[in-house]
């Protein structure tokens, strides 16, 4: 948590860096919504937040796509239905625990936004040529963004991937070499869970932090690290 000295003389005031921690402690991955709407002008807000994250050679390679239609819609719910199932099949013994979990709240957010890497994706070599995959990262930026802006705003945002891209491409005319990435269902709450949803439920718990911070190479603990 911020603590009342700022580290350096461009520190925000001690409130806003609480605003800061606040909203990224408090952002939750959502799949329970309350319907509702999200005015045209939060979600410009929220899009812009998401706009401006970095990305690799500032190569901006996210596209969004708000679903608008209620049919098509229902058709990416169905996709992610069957790949819920796929996926289902495939965890062997953790099978009926994972149906029993909600994995998406598609029909009933305000708003979902197909979230897609641009085709032409390889024209841009600049801290690519070995980690093409950086695209990707920059599009996980871009929707932490929109995640973050979004708690503040109050509203809900879940993140939805269980689809075969090749679906979604269909659905959504996607040209090719674009790819979808995400299905993000935004809107309204009744509440944010306290914890992750997959905490609550058992599925999986918060690693220590000391678990995941080594010094000088892996596995080589961090004995700096505040344990409080
Ligand atoms: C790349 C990515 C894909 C995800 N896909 C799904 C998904 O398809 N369905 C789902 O219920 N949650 C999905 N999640 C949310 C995670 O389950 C969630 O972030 C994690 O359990 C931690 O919970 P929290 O986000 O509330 O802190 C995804 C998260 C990320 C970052």
Redesign the pocket.
């Known amino acids: 948590m911020a603590s009342d000295t700022p580290p350096t003389a461009q520190a925000y005031g001690a409130q806003e860096r609480a605003a800061i921690y606040r909203a990224i402690d408090e952002?939750?991955?959502m799949?329970h919504f309350a319907g509702g709407s999200v005015a045209p002008e939060v979600l410009t807000r929220l899009l812009t937040a998401a706009h401006h994250a970095p990305s690799v050679g500032f190569m901006q390679p996210w596209r969004f796509i708000r679903v608008r239609s209620r049919a098509l819609r229902e058709q990416l719910h169905a996709c992610v239905e069957v790949e819920r199932q796929r996926t289902a099949d495939a965890l062997g013994e953790r099978r009926d625990g994972f149906l029993q979990l909600k994995?998406?709240g598609l029909l009933d957010a305000a708003e979902v936004f197909a979230v897609a890497l641009a085709d032409g994706r390889e024209a841009h070599v600049f801290g690519r040529r070995t980690l093409p995959e950086m695209d990707l990262a920059s599009v996980?930026c871009a929707i932490q963004n929109l995640w973050l802006a979004a708690r503040a705003e109050g509203l809900g945002m879940?993140?939805?991937?269980?689809f075969d891209p090749a679906d979604v491409a269909r659905l959504l005319q996607l040209p090719p070499g674009a790819r979808a990435v995400a299905l993000l269902c935004l809107g309204p709450v009744h509440g944010f869970?306290e914890e992750?949803?997959?905490a609550r439920e058992r599925w999986a718990r918060r690693a220590p932090l000391a678990s995941v911070v080594f010094d000088d190479g892996w596995r080589r603990q961090a004995d700096w690290l505040d344990r409080a």
Do not use: I, K
């Open positions: 952002r939750r991955d799949r994995v998406e996980a879940g993140w939805v991937s269980f869970y992750p949803m997959l």
